[in-house]
């Protein structure tokens, strides 16, 4: 079974130092959700692709993160510098992005932990 | 996106049925009643999803009644791997985006 596949599982960095995850999305599913999720809490979107463009960036706290998904496959999302309060699971999710066929299932990879001293 | 309310925790025995009710007061004509499970150190995954009536699959039933106020998972005889935090969600079918609340936190002890 096709799954979502994210790097590093574990990471642990001190503050003001730079981060970064990758993501690589069930093949042919064109839109691709990173999460952040705070311990006790539910999952909050930070940035959501369709194909290579950004559709949704609300949440995602510019000034620090950045996000790109260069090819419309495989993205990254970046920390720098890194605070305290980064400290979280980052999760990466992708779906089919075809609304029109049914339910547009989000697919979740296993998530970064990271840890920030 | 509708508002979900849901409780924050529920505990259970090997072998019950469990039923966590979620309340979406505000939902739309359009929108579909979605729940995702999440174990310890996972991403969520979705369980089942329903506009009205009963949705029956594999792993769960989804309950909802004729207002849409309110729907209810079941999970038939629950086992330790059961364990885990369900998330109500409610949007229209494409959902596009999902905003998770807190989620329920199922314990199921031997």
């Known amino acids: 079974e096709a799954e979502v596949a994210q790097s590093p599982r574990y990471k642990i960095t001190e503050k003001s130092q730079a981060v970064a995850f990758w993501c690589d999305p069930i093949s042919g599913h064109a839109t691709l959700y990173w999460y952040r999720q705070i311990l006790g809490q539910g999952p909050e979107l930070l940035v959501q692709f369709q194909d290579e463009s950004v559709v949704d960036d609300s949440q995602l706290p510019k000034d620090r993160f950045s996000a790109e998904r260069l090819k419309g496959v495989d993205s990254t999302l970046k920390i720098q510098p890194a605070e305290l309060g980064d400290s979280a699971m980052y999760l990466c999710?992708?779906?089919?992005?075809?609304?029109?066929?049914?339910?547009?299932?989000?697919?979740f990879g296993p998530g970064t932990r990271l840890t920030v001293l | 996106l509708a508002k979900t309310t849901q409780p924050i925790s529920m505990d259970s025995y090997e072998g019950q049925e469990v039923n966590i009710t979620c309340s979406h007061n505000?939902?739309?004509?359009?929108?579909?009643i979605t729940w995702y499970q999440q174990f310890p150190s996972q991403g969520p995954r979705f369980i089942i999803q329903?506009?009205?009536t009963k949705v029956t699959n594999e792993v769960a039933s989804l309950f909802i009644p004729a207002d849409r106020k309110s729907s209810t998972l079941s999970l038939p005889r629950v086992s330790l791997s059961d364990t885990a935090v369900y998330y109500c969600?409610?949007?229209?079918?494409?959902?596009?985006?999902?905003?998770f609340g807190t989620g329920t936190r199922l314990l199921v002890s031997p």
């Open positions: 999710a992708s779906s089919l992005g075809d609304a029109s066929s049914g339910y547009n299932e989000q697919f």
């Open positions: 969600l409610v949007g229209d079918r494409g959902f596009q985006k999902l905003v």
């Open positions: 505000n939902i739309a004509t359009n929108d579909y």
């Open positions: 329903g506009y009205k």
